[in-house]
T-cell receptor, first 116, second 111 residues
């Protein structure tokens, strides 16, 4: 399977704990996006990388959130001191960005986080 | 801030009926995508429309992009239970190509 993969698929944690999610994009896709989706809503943009550079962060991304893409391939999203409001589906998407044609984003299956 | 309003939020119909889902905004988008999402899974891309007035067909699904590139619609003909799911529209209006999603339309097709 050469699609976007995410790990873990589900995570249950207690409030105050730290959690880390991993996303493996489609091979050689240079852009990687993180979105968050709460129950009954559409996904909301969090941050994105072009290769290893983090180019934009949403105001939704508080100081407790950090994302990395150290070698321009997989990415991690860490949430420190989790709060119940962090409970959501965290989605990763990737695309091969170019200026010539439209760059369609392909999503992974998501990581469902539940903070107790 | 670009906002996409989807309507209706919920739709429950019988197998064989037709339906239309709308996606509206006051902002202009360079492109618009439609996704379908199953519970517990990520969105799966159905189609991308990029030209104002563009119409694309995918079997029983017809997608239209408004002339002004501010709105779009998804029409399903003769809906089947397998069409059940969450339909999301998402627009691109920035250099970063970040997607702005609508709130989604949850469709249930009863046999």
């Amino acid at each position: 399977d050469t699609g976007v993969s995410q790990d873990p698929r589900h995570k249950i944690t207690k409030r105050g704990q730290n959690v880390t999610f991993r996303c493996d994009p489609i091979s050689e896709h240079n852009r990687l996006y993180w979105y968050r989706q709460t129950l009954g809503q559409g996904p909301e943009f969090l941050t994105y990388f072009q290769n290893e550079a983090q180019l934009e962060k949403s105001r939704l991304l508080s100081d407790r959130f950090s994302a990395e893409r150290p070698k321009g391939s997989f990415s991690t999203l860490e949430i420190q001191r989790t709060e119940q409001g962090d409970s959501a589906m965290y989605l990763c998407a990737s695309t091969q960005f170019n200026l010539i044609s439209y760059n369609e984003q392909f999503f992974g299956p998501g990581t469902r986080l539940t903070v107790l | 801030t670009q906002l996409l309003e989807q309507s209706p939020q919920f739709l429950s119909i019988q197998e064989g009926e037709n339906l239309t889902v709308y996606c509206n905004s006051s902002s202009v988008f360079s492109s618009l995508q439609w996704y379908r999402q199953e519970p517990g899974e990520g969105p799966v891309l159905l189609v991308t429309v990029v030209t104002g007035g563009e119409v694309k067909k995918l079997k029983r699904l017809t997608f239209q992009f408004g002339d002004a590139r501010k709105d779009s619609s998804l029409h399903i003909t003769a809906a089947q239970p397998g069409d059940t799911g969450l339909y999301l529209c998402a627009g691109v209006a920035n250099a970063g190509n970040m997607l702005t999603f609508g709130g989604g339309t949850r469709l249930m097709v009863k046999p």
